[in-house]
């Protein structure tokens, strides 16, 4: 039996219950793990309540991101053995897998090797933010040395690890958010410069600092009616990509209102890239190059035990974090 996390109904936090379950053999091209960090994913948030892309089959598990320790693999599975330190990266359904767990059953094609030097919280912290912001600065946006990138949500793990991608790209990262509570720690990240939109014309500032021309690039984990703004301040042929709604609000594209502009949005997940093998084998090398350079690390805001995984999901909601809340399944 495993300690595991799981919901009987959709809900507010208090739905996560820790349960007694018996993970299970790994089956085909699958390995047992013992999970000792999970990195907590908005997604998830959403997934419990209900408002993410795909329905939660009750009772459901959570959780794509995780580091742990293989205790055993399936047949077919080659490349990983008991006793490695791996990464568990998001290329599944929660729907079919969940890491909220003391021991969890998982693809082994969602696992990376765990670098020397990478401890269990950094393992579970730094893939899906750097993934995802890879995945669209570079394998699908290529992005280039002095492009900008506007990011928004700018304070979360994927918002931080899009400033630190573009950064390492030679690219401007310009921060927003919402108010200047965290526009100093932005600016410490490696913002170049910070937009707060709460308080400032988002576009008028963007095409300032643009010298009028606008931004190749808007990463816009915001969506709803804010993309207008964002909108006029894409350069000509510029890209907004959206790859996340956390205004929770309808999205339009506003190509006629704008008069036409040569204007792409496109939405993006970072599935894109974890179930492709080989823009996964591209970005995990660009990842653990900027890993051991130290261009990129886990920005941890908060480490919480398993027992208390209602209370992270709490902190999440309350906006207040900067970068990643983990949770723990043991004293590490
Ligand atoms: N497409 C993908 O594959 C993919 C992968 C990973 C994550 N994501 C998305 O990326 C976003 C960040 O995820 P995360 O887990 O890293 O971070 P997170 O911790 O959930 O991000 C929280 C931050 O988002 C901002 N925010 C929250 N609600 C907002 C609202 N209504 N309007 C404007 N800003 C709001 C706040 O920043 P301020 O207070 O600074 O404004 C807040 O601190 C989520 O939307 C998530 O779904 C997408």
């Known amino acids: 039996m495993a300690k595991t996390v799981r919901f009987h109904e959709i809900g507010g936090p208090e739905v996560l219950r820790l349960e007694d379950v018996e993970p299970g053999e790994p089956g085909t091209g699958e390995v047992l793990l013992r999970v000792d960090a999970i990195g907590i994913n908005r997604a998830e948030v959403l997934f419990r309540s209900g408002q993410y892309i795909e329905e939660p089959r009750l009772p459901a598990r959570l959780g794509a991101e995780a580091a ?6 399936g047949p077919g599975v080659s490349g990983f053995d008991v006793g490695d330190h791996v990464s568990v990266l998001p290329a599944f359904s929660q729907n079919d897998y969940g890491v909220y767990a003391e021991r969890a059953v ?3 094609a969602a696992l990376l090797h765990r670098p020397d030097g990478v401890d269990a919280v950094t393992g579970a912290a730094v893939w899906m933010p750097y993934l ?3 995945g669209a600065m570079v394998e699908v946006g290529g992005i280039r040395p002095g492009d900008t990138a506007v990011i928004n949500a700018a ?3 994927v918002g931080l690890a899009a400033i630190h991608t573009a950064n390492r790209l030679g690219a401007t990262p310009i921060a927003v958010t919402r108010t200047e509570a965290k526009k100093q720690r932005l600016l410490d990240e490696g913002a170049a410069e910070v937009v707060v939109s709460d308080d400032q014309d988002v576009t008028a500032v963007i095409l300032e600092l643009t010298g009028g021309k606008g931004t190749e690039y808007v990463f816009d984990a915001v969506a709803g009616p804010g993309v207008v703004d964002l909108a006029r301040a894409v350069a000509a042929d510029g890209t907004l990509f959206l790859w996340g709604a956390q205004s929770g609000q309808p999205t339009p594209f506003p190509g006629f209102e704008l008069g036409m502009p040569a204007l792409n949005m496109r939405t993006y997940t970072v599935h894109e890239i974890t179930r492709s093998p080989e823009r ?3 970005a995990s090398a660009f990842v653990t190059s900027g890993l051991r350079t130290g261009a990129f690390r886990a920005v941890v805001d908060t480490v919480f035990p ?5 209370l992270a999901h709490k902190h999440m909601e309350s906006n207040t974090q900067v970068g990643k809340i983990v949770v723990t399944t043991r004293e590490l």
């Open 106 to 108: 998982v693809p082994a």
């Open 155 to 157: 304070s979360s793990s």
């Open 68 to 73: 742990g320790i293989v205790e055993a693999a």
């Open 132 to 134: 995802t912001a890879y």
């Open 306 to 310: 398993l027992d208390e995984i209602a």
């Open 280 to 282: 996964l084998r591209r």
